[in-house]
């Protein structure tokens, strides 16, 4: 209980947001569970994100309300914790034709290094599933970047387990997860510091 009180205080505190409490620093807390509690207050409060839309011509620009500009192509999501230091940033690429969902996420050390990378895809044209196939791949990091354990997980939109063997990826692009916040900042050229 007192992990889950800890890491929840690292979380959010966006205007509006509810007080998140801090943990104590004394003891080790494993990644997947870090991992998991920004998961969960990502879930409960999904409003507490500043969004950022790339558009067509590099221009990022802030989003109000929820309303993506035309020209989108990249959506960034980011995640603050109380004293303003980034936890976690969404980057998710816009798909013109419906085909596919990507979710690139990394999860930030209060320290601004990266602790866990995520991607989520979602797609049509698997060849194993009649409906959309969904892929999780999570890395997790130790404080030198060296990768550490993974999860992995494939399923058909009704959460049924899919044979990976069988399956085909159209949807796989190269991506190279950043080692922090400042290093995804400049790579993505996004002033979030």
């Known amino acids: 209980m007192l992990f889950f009180w800890f890491v929840l205080r690292c979380v959010a505190g966006q205007p509006g947001s509810p007080p998140v409490p801090a943990t104590p620093l004394n003891r ?3 990644l997947t569970q870090q991992k998991r509690t920004l998961d969960a207050y990502v879930q409960a409060h999904p409003s507490s994100f500043v969004t950022y839309a790339r558009l067509g011509n590099g221009q990022v620009v802030p989003v109000k309300n929820a309303a993506l500009p035309d020209a989108t192509q990249t959506v960034y999501r980011v995640l603050r914790n109380r004293h303003r230091g980034i936890v976690l ?3 998710a690429p816009v798909s013109e034709s419906g085909d596919w969902s990507l979710t690139y996420t ?3 050390t ?3 290094r990266t602790f866990a990378y995520e991607r989520r895809t979602a797609f049509f044209n698997s060849q194993c599933t009649e409906s959309a196939a969904h892929e999780t791949k999570v ?3 130790d404080a030198a970047f060296r990768p550490r354990q993974r999860e992995y997980r494939l399923t058909d939109s009704d959460g049924t387990p899919l044979p990976q063997q069988r399956c085909s990826f159209p949807y796989q692009w190269a991506y190279q997860p950043s080692k922090t916040v400042s290093e995804f ?3 993505n ?3 979030i510091r």
């Open 28 to 30: 080790p807390v494993p």
């Open 89 to 91: 940033i969404q980057e």
């Open 106 to 108: 990394h999860y930030f």
């Open 110 to 112: 209060p320290q601004g």
């Open 139 to 141: 890395q997790y990091y």
């Open 185 to 187: 900042a400049k790579k």
């Open 189 to 191: 050229k996004l002033l």
